[in-house]
């Protein structure tokens, strides 16, 4: 078999040559109707994506970053408030907080999932924080700031453990906004609800990025807040036009957050698609577990909990040597990234919050190991063999996955 000689580590061309043809459709539409901004296609995409995400409302909004900040501020964190997150995530998701006017307190995240860690969460609500039962408030002993909110981030498209991270949020409470902006699909099992719940369905509100590399991407900037909760979409939909609630009558001042019809368009024709990429990846995802699974200890792979269904928005494994492994694979023709090299409480953007190094070792030891192999729907099964060969040459050179026959691979994987 002869190896494709570049394997990207996403391909975004791909799914856009497939959907040209109805893509063009929606960009004809659009410009025919002259209804560029809101309007009927951002209405009708904003319901199907509330219904895909088993949630009453979507607004849909610019971005990922105004989904999180809007959802703080409809949620009423503002100034001198913590809200508690994870420091392994994309800078929105604190530019968010410190924009609403609050500060991230950063909680450690579980090893094997690299997703908040829930007993991290109870220690530092029970041990430095206290419940004012009177006004159902909590307060951070330290700083005397009210504790409002946590931002879960279903991380790489894998589910945070939701049930005790709603169990505390309803003890202490906190408002509970996911960050599933790698997330679009993912599902995780309740047992608290003993059933199957979507990402975006479980926090009081939750954002969602539609950034092109997303699981759904539009053609430009894009994102989502979902809520089943009437009053928070009602806020956040005033929030995203400018406080208005009606053309030129502005009860609150808000932003200029809103989505672009053209996108709304082209992110419905990709919705319809996203289930079918989604099993792709999944299927992407066992391929790479069967194939590298003889090289562990030495590489960890994804960590899939039996209450979780992800969507591999990433498939992200760990390695000592994982600047050795990165340039190996570019040699090798492949690409790769790291999310994130840095975790948010050691950039230098955050200096002001006073955390060093060794304050959060788990998050630190992943984000010096972890590296991202390629991962699209569209992937061949040459290339998911090309890379785990290319890996498996610079991890165990005479064990090459490559050389090994299928069969012995998949039997003790
Ligand atoms: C992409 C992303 C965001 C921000 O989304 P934008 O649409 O780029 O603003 C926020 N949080 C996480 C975890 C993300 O991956």
């Not at 659009?30 to 296609?41: D, E, K, N, Q, Y």
Request: proline share 5%; with cysteine.
């Amino acid at each position: 078999m002869s190896l494709p000689s570049q394997i990207p580590f996403v391909d975004l061309v791909a799914p856009h040559v497939e959907m040209e043809a109805e893509l063009l459709d929606v960009t004809r539409t659009v410009l025919r109707s002259a209804g560029f901004i809101g309007g009927p296609m951002v209405a009708d995409f904003e319901h199907d994506f509330a219904a895909y995400c088993d949630a009453e409302h979507a607004i849909a909004v610019n971005s990922g970053t105004d989904a999180l900040r809007f959802a703080l501020l409809a949620a009423g964190v503002t100034e001198g408030h913590l809200v508690l997150t994870v420091a392994n995530t994309f800078i929105a998701t604190t530019e968010a907080i410190t924009q609403a006017g609050a500060r991230p307190q950063f909680i450690e995240i579980d090893e094997r999932t690299y997703n908040l860690d829930p007993r991290r969460l109870r220690e530092f609500l029970e041990r430095e924080c206290v419940f004012d039962a009177r006004v159902r408030r909590t307060i951070h002993r330290r700083t005397s700031r009210p504790v409002t909110a946590v931002i879960p981030v279903h991380l790489f498209g894998q589910c945070a453990d939701m049930d005790p991270i709603l169990e505390l949020a309803e003890r202490f409470n906190l408002t509970v906004i996911e960050d599933a902006c790698q997330a679009h699909g993912a599902e995780y099992f309740s047992k608290a609800e003993n059933r199957w719940r979507k990402a975006g369905s479980m926090g009081r509100l939750a954002a969602f990025s539609f950034y092109p590399g997303k699981n759904l991407g539009a053609c430009g900037e894009g994102g989502a807040v979902t809520t089943s909760d009437d009053e928070m979409a009602r806020r956040v939909r005033m929030l995203r036009d400018h406080g208005q609630a009606k053309k030129y009558y502005h009860d609150i001042e808000g932003y200029n957050g809103r989505l672009d019809a053209l996108q709304a368009g082209f992110l419905a024709a990709k919705l319809r698609r996203l289930d079918g990429w989604n099993q792709a990846r999944r299927e992407h995802a066992a391929r790479y577990k069967q194939l590298l699974a003889p090289l562990a200890p030495a590489l960890t792979l994804p960590h899939v909990p039996n209450n979780s269904r992800p969507v591999f928005h990433l498939f992200v494994v760990r390695v000592a040597d994982r600047e050795g492994l990165q340039q190996h694979l570019a040699g090798a023709g492949i690409g790769t990234g790291i999310h994130y090299p840095i975790p948010l409480h050691l950039q230098k953007a955050y200096v002001a919050l006073g955390y060093r190094k060794g304050d959060l070792p788990i998050t630190e030891r992943a984000a010096a190991e972890i590296v991202s192999l390629p991962m699209f729907p569209q992937m061949t099964e040459a290339q998911l063999r090309h890379v785990a060969g290319a890996v498996a040459d610079f991890l165990a050179p005479r064990k090459a996955v490559e050389a090994e026959p299928l069969a012995a691979a998949a039997a003790r994987g």
